[in-house]
């Protein structure tokens, strides 16, 4: 796992462990994490097992932060729940304009 801090934004890469592992080294570093907008960058990831990282993603955006999940392999049409962009430009201009519009007031 390697870990990228940049202002309020934590960029998260998963390295050579299985999602599940990655899921589980994620929960429980997340209190250094819960007040910041979330970059997850998967690699080597099926749609089956995106659900391990499914309800710590609902978590942060209770809280009103934002929790991107970046995969080139996976279509963002198969998830109601997840925001999926296929780089970290992407992610972080979503980022972007999501603080935007928190600063509207949207």
Request: overall charge negative.
């Amino acid at each position: 796992m390697i870990i990228d801090h940049k202002d309020a934004t934590a960029v998260i890469t998963q390295e050579k462990t299985t999602l599940k592992e990655f899921s589980k080294k994620l929960s429980l570093l997340y209190e250094r994490f819960k007040s910041d907008d979330i970059i997850v960058h998967l690699n080597n990831t099926t749609t089956a097992d995106v659900h391990f990282i499914s309800p710590l993603a609902s978590k942060h955006l209770t809280a009103k932060r934002c929790f991107i999940v970046v995969s080139s392999e996976l279509n963002p049409d198969d998830f109601n729940d997840l925001i999926i962009v296929p780089t970290l430009q992407e992610a972080h201009d979503f980022i972007t304009m999501e603080v935007i519009q928190r600063d509207l007031g949207l």
